[in-house]
């Protein structure tokens, strides 16, 4: 069964720092590509960090400097460090992965989290 389940979100103070974990179980996840979206209430769900199964990092302009996407293939993880947090980074953040190299598109994606929600507070 495949399965991506997202946890670590929560509230944090602008400034702070939280550390998003994806387990990902069901497929060779270290030939995927895998995603940090996130949605914002009322808005769509946007890019916000990728690392390709060859090791290439990419992220928003918007998150660039402060978020730090890394995977752990042999535990099948994926994170996302996320420090100098601001309120605009409030939002669910999914995790998402798939066959193949990079795409910033939410509709790219193969398969997806239920996500897990950060608050942060100014």
């Known amino acids: 069964q495949v399965q991506l389940v997202e946890s670590g979100g929560g509230l944090a103070q602008a400034g702070g720092s939280l550390r998003l974990s994806c387990a990902a179980s069901g497929r060779t996840w270290s030939m995927y590509s895998m995603y940090w979206f996130r949605q914002a209430p009322g808005k769509e ?40 947090l601001k309120p605009e980074d409030t939002a669910v953040y999914y995790c998402g992965g798939r066959a193949g190299g990079w795409s910033g598109a939410a509709s790219a994606m193969e398969y997806w989290g239920k996500g897990t929600l950060v608050t942060v507070s100014s």
């Open 45 to 84: 769900r946007t890019f916000v960090a990728a690392e390709t199964a060859g090791g290439g990092a990419y992220y928003a302009d918007s998150v660039k400097g402060r978020f730090t996407i890394s995977r752990d293939n042999g535990e099948n993880m994926v994170y996302l460090q996320m420090d100098s």
